[in-house]
């Protein structure tokens, strides 16, 4: 236990540490290098944000895939070729109207659907989202710079159990005839987590 | 458990650090870190509860000032000595230094036998339980109403899935609770969606 500055100092740097448990799962067996690999590969080339922006593009445009999305997400990623960790076995798509906002939170941990929305960043795992958004949801998204207007209902979803939350943007306007591809480009992380808009 | 993790409704925290674009990893350890722990659970060594749970049982100071990275691989320290793998002792000798470790487990528990199923449009409350396991349910919903908007698959019971213990996997239940009945007087209005497990909640007469 840390409870001394004193105990702080004697505490091994955080990378000594992460050496320390690689040695410990490779004398257990564990194929390290390769694994570490494929993670890199997971993280800055599958797991993207741009998966969720081709949902949501394709949801803008095609009505059917849109009912799809809502009813099975998992069912739509998927068909779109997008997969899941074994632990996500259900994925709901929450729309953004005129009268609704939807935002997505985990008050105990960093739960998201990091396959579909990308891995959540830093503000969304630290303690001052967890606490707040929940209870002055109005003012957290004021202060990310998204101001809402009165009439707006927001909904928020804590990601308490393994059913994986993306919210779906409105589609901004003036982009009607654009390609899917490039309606996808437009469509960010924040926005599929609700706390900022198109 | 009550723990310093079950952070929804606290006051006094500040502005959240937003930034657009933010990046999700800063230093190669970090990275290594995640993948570290992904690689033990899809190896078996411990499942995601345990993973979750030994977060949670950090002591608190070092729960509050640790990165992400850093509560994840203190919860991965703590499971690989709690397995058996290695001891604190071996950690602290490969690491050159203190190697901060999660403090002991409670005993879990299995799915509540009176649990009972329930539909959409069912008033629905949470039980008003104290238990000092891994448990997904935020205190902020304890003992407060709601209403059943759908029922997802059945996963893997928590309060027994962190500890070992034998339980029927359960449904879980969106249930929609309105922000000014969590905190009366004390909140802004908001509708809040939880997934609740089966055996958390009982029917409102």
């Not at chain 2, 060594?45 to 000032?65: G, K, Q, T, V, W």
Request: with cysteine.
């Amino acid at each position: 236990m840390m409870n001394t500055e004193q105990d702080k100092l004697k505490v091994a740097p955080i990378e000594k540490r992460v050496e320390a448990i690689d040695q410990v799962l490779r004398n257990y067996g564990l194929e390290i290098e390769s694994f570490v690999d494929h993670f890199h590969d997971l993280a800055f080339e599958q797991w993207i944000p741009n998966n969720g922006a081709k949902l949501v593009a394709r949801a803008w445009v095609d009505p059917q895939f849109k009912e799809f999305l809502l009813r099975d997400g998992v069912g739509a990623a998927k068909s779109m070729g997008f997969s899941f960790p074994a632990h996500h076995r259900y994925l709901v798509a929450l729309e953004n109207t005129d009268a609704v906002q939807n935002v997505i939170c985990c008050t105990l941990c960093s739960c998201t659907a990091f396959s579909i929305i990308g891995l959540p960043p830093d503000w969304y795992k630290d303690l001052e989202y967890r606490a707040r958004v929940v209870r002055e949801a109005r003012t957290v998204l004021k202060e990310m710079g998204l101001i809402l207007p009165s009439h707006v209902q927001i909904k928020v979803w804590d990601t308490t159990a393994d059913t994986r939350y993306m919210v779906i943007p409105q589609k901004p306007k003036g982009v009607d005839g654009w390609s899917e591809s490039k309606l996808a480009d437009l469509v960010t992380k924040e926005s599929m987590i609700g706390v900022a808009n198109l | 458990m009550d723990g310093i993790h079950d952070l929804g409704g606290q006051e006094g925290f500040g502005k959240v650090r937003f930034e657009q674009g933010a990046k999700v990893f800063h230093e190669e350890w970090e990275i290594k870190a995640n993948a570290l722990y992904s690689l033990a659970v899809k190896s078996g060594i411990f499942n995601m509860d345990e993973y979750r749970h030994a977060i949670e049982r950090m002591e608190p100071r070092h729960y509050l000032s640790a990165s992400y990275y850093e509560r994840s691989l203190t919860s991965l320290a703590s499971l690989c000595v709690e397995k058996g793998i290695v001891s604190q002792e071996e950690l602290e000798r490969l690491a050159g230094g203190v190697y901060p470790l999660a403090l002991p487990s409670a005993k879990g528990r299995s799915n509540n036998p009176l649990r009972q199923s329930f539909e959409p449009g069912n008033l629905v409350r949470v039980r008003n339980e104290h238990v000092s396991c891994h448990v997904r349910m935020p205190g902020y919903i304890r003992g407060k109403q709601g209403i059943v908007i759908r029922v997802t698959p059945a996963y893997p019971y928590p309060d027994a899935h962190a500890h070992g213990i034998d339980a029927a996997s359960e449904p879980t239940y969106d249930v929609e609770f309105d922000a000014l009945e969590l905190w009366p007087e004390g909140s802004e209005s908001a509708k809040v969606h939880v997934g609740v497990f089966e055996s958390y909640l009982e029917t409102v007469v």
